[in-house]
């Protein structure tokens, strides 16, 4: 449900008459108890006394990072909306994977939807959009298709690459919560030990430019293939092309960047931008430039390309059937911000908006920790009593 308010309505409808407020008093009792049990796992791995809760180790897996964006609230303030703030949500999607490997490179051009020039816009569109993106702060598109696309929910973004040979997902479980990315790390590394990823054959970290994606990668996640969201790129170079060069030779020269990093060869695109940013100038720094200044977005581009190259050697991840995008963790951002984001949805900080999140992770991690939960709550009807 989208409110607590609505979750009464549904509720009522079945014959069990409930406030909202009810209905929020519970939510934040379980959230809270979910809470405590994740801290408590992510303790005992730290402790090294966490065991794989599966019998078999899985053989593909991938771990993405990514974050959102929710309104919070002083709590303990009254009525109403005190000392509001936007705070970053981090979300983990940790996935098992079918095995599509291959022994040749089983798309070695880009795929149509790569080179379509309307979708190519949207999908730039829609990244600019999310809150929180990098290419957000690249300054947005504007008119009223961006403002649709601001409004569109990740969920609701269509996955651009996924074609048969892709790796397709098995099981999906989460992790959510409002503290650092310090904190998250060892939240997200229990969450992959208790379900034995780090015994997988192969294994894939992906995440978009975010310098936290990346220390949390080399800090808990070391052995696990480092990949930079390919769409994050993709948007990355057709706004720089569309920066660098007239109208008639924006789009070949999108359309040679990407093929030169869809197979690997992102050297090569970050010694033409460099070359276009000579040209152009740099940005100076004691000036403020506007975001669609072309010498502000050719720099922005090519700092991205110089700090993910080593992420980006996409030929052997779709060789070894590793995931290229983060459109898993993408779609789950978006199924959170269904339920936690709104215009008049503020909450308590930090107590109510975690509680919130947990039981949502719980939700949509499919491995039916939900149900065991409620089955083993105490004064649950499915649990005997004792005399």
Not at 19 to 27: F, K, N, Y
Not at 133 to 162: F, R, S, Y
Request: aromatic fraction near 8%; charge should be neutral.
């Amino acid at each position: 449900m989208h409110s607590f308010a609505d979750a009464a309505f549904a509720l009522s409808l079945s014959g069990l008459p409930i406030s909202a407020r009810h209905v929020q008093q519970l939510t934040q009792e379980v959230g809270s108890d979910l809470a405590q049990a994740r801290d408590a796992q992510a303790q005992k791995r730290r402790r090294r006394q966490l065991a794989p809760r599966v019998e078999v180790p899985p053989e593909v897996v991938a771990v993405e990072v990514d974050g959102g964006r929710l309104r919070t609230r002083a709590p303990d303030h009254g009525q109403g909306v005190h000392q509001a703030e936007t705070k970053e949500d981090k979300i983990a999607c940790l996935v098992t994977l079918t095995d599509a490997a291959h022994a040749e490179d089983p798309q070695p051009e880009p795929p149509p939807s790569f080179v379509q020039p309307r979708r190519v816009q949207r999908l730039v569109q829609q990244m600019a959009g999310q809150a929180g993106d990098p290419l957000a702060a690249a300054g947005a598109p504007e008119g009223p298709e961006a403002a649709e696309a601001a409004a569109t929910p990740a969920a609701a973004t269509p996955d651009p690459v996924a074609e048969p040979w892709a790796p397709q997902r098995l099981v999906r479980t989460c992790v959510a919560s409002m503290v650092n990315s310090r904190a998250f790390g060892p939240l997200a590394a229990a969450e992959a030990q208790s379900r034995d990823f780090y015994a997988a054959r192969r294994r894939a970290f992906v995440g978009d430019g975010c310098a936290y994606n990346w220390s949390i990668q080399r800090g808990y996640f070391a052995d696990f293939v480092p990949i930079v969201d390919l769409l994050h790129v993709v948007c990355y170079l057709f706004r720089a092309a569309q920066a660098v060069e007239t109208e008639a030779e924006r789009w070949p020269l999108y359309l040679r960047w990407l093929r030169s990093c869809w197979q690997g060869q992102a050297a090569e695109v970050v010694d033409q931008m460099e070359r276009y940013q000579e040209r152009l100038g740099r940005p100076p720094p004691e000036e403020d430039l506007a975001a669609t200044d072309p010498r502000v977005v050719l720099a922005e581009a090519l700092t991205y390309l110089l700090h993910n190259a080593e992420r980006m050697d996409y030929p052997r991840y779709r060789r070894e059937g590793l995931p290229t995008t983060s459109s898993l963790v993408e779609s789950l951002v978006g199924e959170f911000n269904a339920r936690v984001k709104g215009k008049q949805k503020f909450w308590n900080r930090p107590g109510g908006a975690e509680a919130v999140l947990q039981v949502r992770a719980a939700l949509l991690s499919e491995d039916g920790r939900l149900e065991r939960y409620f089955a083993q709550r105490p004064g649950s009807p499915y649990r005997r009593r004792a005399a």
